[in-house]
Structures are given as C-alpha cells and as structure tokens.
C-alpha cells in the first residue's frame, strides 16, 4: 500500500489481516524500524506493529549520540565498539540531516578517573576500532586549550583534555526516516498496534499474532511466517505471552535527561565527564538549550512511563555543579527533561552501568525471534543479523530465496541529499527555497534538518495551504509541519506531533505550549476524533508536559 498517512489507519489495518506475510516485526523503536527496512528492501513482505508511536519505547528517550560508546574502552567491551564505532560513519552517511558530528571534549583533572596518558590512549585505541577517518581523529588539548574552547569547565586541577568527534542524531526522528524508507520498500507498518496474543500452528510453531488497535479496541489476527520480537524493554512481556521467558532475561534500567536554557547554562561545547561518583556523564549543546545527562539506575516501575524524580535531578545538578562550578543552574532551571529504559539483558552480580550494551537474539522453541539490548548507533547491523537469520529460516523451511542486505549504502527517507558531502549544498539551495517562498533563514534551515529532501514536501504544503492554516488559526510553519506529519508521518496523537515528529516537547517546550491548542482542535477535527478521544489526548499532553519538569515519585 505503501502509505504512510493517518487518514489511512482502517486500511492498514485491513490490509495487515487479509495478507500472509514473511516478516511480522513487533515494535516501531529503531531495533523494529531497522529489521523492518532490511527485510522490506530484500523484498520480504514485511508487516510492523506498534503499540504506542513509532520511537515512543527507549528510541525517543536516548542522549541522541551516534557514538561508539567510548566508556566500554572501560569494561574491555573492544568487540563491540569496534563494530558500533564503524556504524556510525554509515548511519551519518546515509542520513546527514538526523545525524551531525559533535566535537567532544573529554577533560581531566588531578585525582580524576582519566589521566593524559589513559586519556590518550583510550582516545587513540578508539579511532583505530572505530576506523576514524583522519580529519576526524582525537586530538589531546592542553588545560589552557580547554579552558578556550569551554570556560565553563572547572578550572582548578584541570590538566588537558582528549578531544574527539562523535554524531549528534534526533533518535525518534532516526527512527521514523528508518520506518518510513522500510513503508517506501513496501512495509505495512501501523502504530497504536498491540500485540495481545499469538497465533500457533497444531505442532506448536508460531504462525502470526493477535493485534489489537489500541484506538478502537477492535482486534485482528494477523498471520506471518515468522515474528520477529524488537519489543526493546517489552521483550521479556511478550515471551512471557509466548511462553518462553527462561534463560537470560531483561534487566531495565533508568536514564534522566535534563534540558535548560543557553541563557542559564551557556555551554558552547560538548563535554563528556565524570560525575563525583565516577560515572561519565554528557553536557550538550543543541538549538538554543544544553541537556545533560545520563543517570543509570534500576527501575521496576511501569515501563511505558518512565520519569524524572527528585533523585534524579538532584543527581544530575550536582554532578554540573562539580564539573562547572560557576553554572549556577537549580531545580527551577530545568526547562524540560526526558526518561528512558535500557532494555538490557541480566547478568548476575553485575553493576547496572557494568552490563554489557551488546545485542543478543533468541529464539525460542516456538520459533519466535526476539532482539535485545544494543545501541541506537548499532541499528542498522543488528537489523541486519536479525533478518540474515529469517532469511535462512525462510530458505530452509519454505525454500523461498531471498539475497543480502543492502542497507549499508541506503539512504534512509529524508537522506536523498548526496551523502554527508552533498548536504551542505543540498542544505544552502534548500534554505534559498525556503526564504523564497517567505520564510525567514533560521525557520528554512531548522526544516532543512528536521525533514532532509522530504523537506520539498513541507515546503510545498507551506506555499500552497497558507488560507488553510489561516482558517486553523496555525502559524502556516507549524501547519506545514503538523499536515506533513499526518499524510505521511502516521502523525495520529498531538504527543506523537509535539514530541517524536518534532522534538519539541524538550528542546523547545513554550512552542508547544504557544501551539497545542489548535493544533490539538485540528488534529481533532481532520481524524475525527470522539469528544472523549479529544479530552483524553488533551490531558495525555498536559501531564507529560507536566512532568518533562517536575518530579514525580514512586509510591
Ligand atoms: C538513557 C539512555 C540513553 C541512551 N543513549 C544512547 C545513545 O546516545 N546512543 C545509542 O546508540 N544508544 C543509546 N541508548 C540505547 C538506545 O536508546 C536503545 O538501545 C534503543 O533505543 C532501543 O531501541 P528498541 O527499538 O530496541 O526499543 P524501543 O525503542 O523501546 O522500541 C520497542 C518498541 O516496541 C513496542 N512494543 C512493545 N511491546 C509491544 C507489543 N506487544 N505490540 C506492539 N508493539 C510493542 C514499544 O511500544 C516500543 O516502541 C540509550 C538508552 C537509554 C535508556
């Protein structure tokens, strides 16, 4: 069907129960959005089903690095940063508007866990693993060359520092331009999809799923060769339904991010450091803001809702007052924050921020596949893995031949920009469209970005609907936005539209305070919404909202 559009829901849902299909994927985070777009693009009938939005799991909630994962240098993890490290040369190449490189400075000072040397040679090692291109490989600063680049640093004891390039990515934007090339390639893919139960063969082997929609509470039963199990913290619950949670098993982590203005914490450069308990923590600049994060602590709580407590903030200001002593940023600073879950899998005895990050898929005696822990950076490997073994699954037991995957020189939607050199061109006549047609350079350029060469369609809704907008009582840039994301976003809930589709929720939350209203009465009335849906919605926002700055407690 290849659509994309929320005025489509009931024929995607018609359409998931009327095929047989190879591949059913279960989640629409970038583990799902990966597999989904390797196995459409082998030609694989492929089908996904989310049961929130797409990136709404860990996805939307990560630091939003491309990165190798410098700190398991620490934990001898070499394998894995190795192949993480090159993935994202590749994930920046085939999508440089979600993806950009950061310059990261990594300082040390006296009695602190790095020294030059260490420094030095983890930074080295790390380029080598990784296969740096050389214009992008570590250099050390001297303590005066550190202080230039970022006042802010503490200053005192402070010997040097190692400076290093990692990518800076939008990870629930990643995640839809990942799904929505995987739809191009022919995916069905469906969001507010749950999976409820499965459907089993007379001998046992699993041969497709209930899924209900969680809109209408209407379900279906959807029927698959195989089903692959990328439910990132959910894993384990829909094994459990399938009756195979043994062995290894998730362990579920929470990691806070909290965001504050450029005009309270004015950092100017990225900065990867030690908490005082000896944890590395990042500090980032981005859009006007910094967020700084990551705590890592065990959660047992309810994994759709992970959020900010008084711990977590405080743990997080005090390691900025320790590295930056003269931010003076409290509590009434944060202007947004963010929680998310790392789905990883349990080893016994071990610290939280000791275990490993690497994948791992299982398959159980039923024949359901299922992927677990790993890295945003990593997916398009992992997908690739995933989908290596239903292929020879396929062959084996249906003699259906399918070839190689192809993603490595894919570029995701919104990537068609000539790789990471073309899109500074792409980038400059895009933005003389965009003021062209009445838009100012910043607002052009922020689009350019967001949206990659999908960015002619916003453009074009922008141009041609500016009475519509007028009518919605939508500034005609957000109305762009917000119809774009409908037609062809699977934009259904303003949290989808005010969070995944534009990260506005934490980077720039008075916008979504200036706009949620009509965006909300549109959305309302173009899906039709009940009065119900409308107040439900409304209040879903609200609370999120809410929560992106106060703390909440678990009872
Ligand atoms: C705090 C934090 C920081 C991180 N930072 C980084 C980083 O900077 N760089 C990096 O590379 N990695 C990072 N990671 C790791 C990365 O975010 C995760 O590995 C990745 O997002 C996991 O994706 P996923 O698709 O497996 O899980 P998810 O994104 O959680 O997706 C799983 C999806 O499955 C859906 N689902 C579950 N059950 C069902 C069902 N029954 N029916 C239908 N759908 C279902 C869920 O709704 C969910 O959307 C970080 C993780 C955390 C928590």
């Known amino acids: 069907m290849k659509s994309f559009s929320s005025y489509e829901r009931q024929e995607h849902f018609d359409q998931l129960s009327q095929e047989e299909w190879d591949v059913l994927v279960i989640g629409g985070g970038i583990t799902g959005s990966g597999i989904a777009l390797d196995a459409a693009s082998r030609g694989m009938k492929t089908a996904v089903v989310e049961m929130q939005d797409y990136a709404a799991g860990t996805s939307s909630r990560s630091t939003k690095l491309v990165h190798g994962g410098l700190r398991y240098l620490k934990q001898f993890e070499v394998k894995m940063v190795a192949e993480v490290g090159k993935e994202r040369e590749i994930v920046y190449e085939n999508g440089p508007h979600v993806t950009t490189p950061e310059w990261m400075m990594l300082p040390f000072h006296e009695g602190g866990n790095f020294g030059p040397f260490s420094t030095n040679v983890g930074l080295r090692v790390y380029d080598y693993l990784a296969g740096v291109k050389k214009s992008e490989r570590r250099t050390m600063l001297s303590a005066e060359e550190a202080i230039e680049r970022e006042p802010l640093v503490k200053q005192e004891g402070l010997k040097g520092a190692g400076f290093y390039v990692e990518y800076k990515t939008d990870d629930a934007r990643l995640t839809l331009e990942v799904m929505k090339k995987a739809v191009e390639y022919g995916a069905s893919s469906t969001n507010y ?56 098993t998730l362990q579920l982590t929470k990691g806070v991010h909290l965001v504050f203005d450029q005009s309270k914490f004015p950092l100017k450069q990225a900065v990867y450091f030690d908490s005082p308990d000896g944890r590395m923590i990042f500090a980032i600049p981005r859009d006007g803001k910094t967020y700084v994060g990551t705590t890592d602590t065990e959660y047992q709580e309810e994994i759709a809702h992970p959020t900010m407590t008084e711990a977590d903030r405080d743990y997080i200001l005090d390691a900025i007052h320790t590295m930056f002593p003269s931010v003076e940023v409290t509590a009434n600073d944060v202007e947004s924050s963010w929680a998310g879950l790392r789905p990883l899998i349990h080893e016994d005895g071990k610290d939280p921020s000791e275990i490993s990050r690497k994948d ?187 929560e992106a700055v106060n703390p909440v407690e678990y009872v």
């Open 360 to 546: 791992e898929i299982f398959v159980s005696d039923s024949g359901l596949i299922s992927m677990a822990g790993g890295k945003l950076t990593g997916y398009r490997k992992m997908a690739q893995t995933a989908v290596d073994l239903v292929r020879d699954q396929l062959m084996e037991e249906y003699g259906i031949r399918y070839s190689d995957s192809e993603t490595k020189h894919m570029p995701i939607s919104g990537g068609d920009v000539g790789g990471s050199k073309g899109f500074k061109q792409f980038k400059k006549e895009r933005i003389q469209i965009g003021e062209s047609i009445g838009m100012s350079k910043e607002e052009a350029e922020k689009l350019v970005r967001l949206y990659g060469s999908n960015v002619d369609s916003v453009f074009h809704i922008y141009k041609n609907r500016k009475q519509d907008a007028e009518e919605a009582g939508i500034d005609p840039i957000v109305f762009a936005q917000l119809v774009y994301g409908l037609e062809a976003e699977l934009t259904y809930k303003p949290v989808d539209f005010f969070i995944r589709r534009t990260g506005a929720l934490f980077f720039n939350i008075h916008w979504v305070h200036e706009h949620k209203e009509a965006v909300i009465d549109y959305m309302a009335k173009e899906l039709n919404y009940t009065e119900a849906q409308k107040s439900d919605y409304k209040e879903e926002l609200e609370l999120l909202l809410k």
């Open 193 to 248: 999809a749950k999976v409820v139960d499965f459907i089993y063969n007379e001998n046992g082997t699993i041969h497709g799923a209930k899924i209900e929609d969680t809109v209408t509470g209407k379900q279906y039963h959807v029927k698959a060769k195989k089903i692959v199990n990328a439910g990132g913290p959910w894993v384990d619950e829909l094994r459990e339904i399938d009756g195979s949670k043994k062995g290894k």
